[in-house]
């Protein structure tokens, strides 16, 4: 089955991910990566205005019911996803699509390629940059570890996305992963935040520095 058809399909019953690789690293990189995905702060909507911040919950809930189905769950993944991309300077948006094209938003889900979890992360990236009790299948510590790594890969590219999502997928050069998660990104989880009052902060505070991925 393509690719394109299993993304038509609701995800399937394979995760999508390729072999995403093992490159060599700096020593300073790679203790950058471990405090990244080490840290354990509690997640929360970093959306300043209450008003916002409670539209952007019930707008991406309402997407995400026929996935998530249980709605305490539901919101706790949101939240998490949107904390950890602002954390790691993604739209939120995003990574909500990236996660579409890979997994389908299923949690344990597992590729032919051995990746885990909503972001598909490959096992080897526990030993390169975190502890070996880490749990791929741990809801924020899959996300931790992917929008981390998807972060690494953005700064590797100098802020080419098209690129980035190429490595991320182990398929770089290839435009068929890019352009699905482009897809579903602005089809599906496209987002404009609501105006907030005069005076209020602004709706988000995070960096987009992640624009949306050439065609290739």
């Known amino acids: 089955m393509s690719a394109a058809l299993v993304l038509a399909l609701g995800g399937g019953s394979a995760a999508l991910a390729g072999p995403q690789q093992y490159e060599p690293m700096s020593a300073s990189i790679q203790a950058s990566l471990h405090a990244a995905v080490s840290d354990a702060a509690a997640p929360e909507l970093l959306i300043r205005d209450p008003v916002a911040r409670d539209h952007w919950l019930a707008e991406m809930s ?5 996935r998530i189905p249980d ?3 539901r919101e706790e993944l949101l939240i998490s996803i949107h904390y950890e991309a602002s954390r790691a300077g993604l739209d939120p948006q ?3 699509g990236l996660i579409e094209v890979e997994s389908g938003f299923r949690k344990y889900a597992v590729s032919s390629a051995g990746a885990r979890g909503y972001m598909q992360v490959m096992p080897f990236w526990v030993k390169v940059i975190g502890q070996r009790d880490d749990n791929l299948f741990h809801l924020r510590k899959n996300l931790r570890y992917g929008c981390t790594i998807l972060r690494h890969y953005l700064d590797i590219e100098k802020g080419d996305l098209f690129r980035a999502l190429g490595r991320y997928n182990g398929s ?4 068929e992963y890019p352009n699905m998660v482009r897809a579903a990104w ?5 987002y404009e935040a609501v105006a907030v009052a005069a005076g209020a902060a602004p709706a988000q505070s995070i960096d987009t520095t992640a624009a949306a991925p050439r065609a290739n």
């Open 186 to 190: 602005e089809k599906k989880w496209a």
């Open 71 to 73: 709605p305490r769950y």
């Open 94 to 96: 995003l990574v909500l």
């Open 172 to 175: 770089l050069g290839k435009a």
């Open 62 to 66: 309402r997407r995400l019911e026929k």
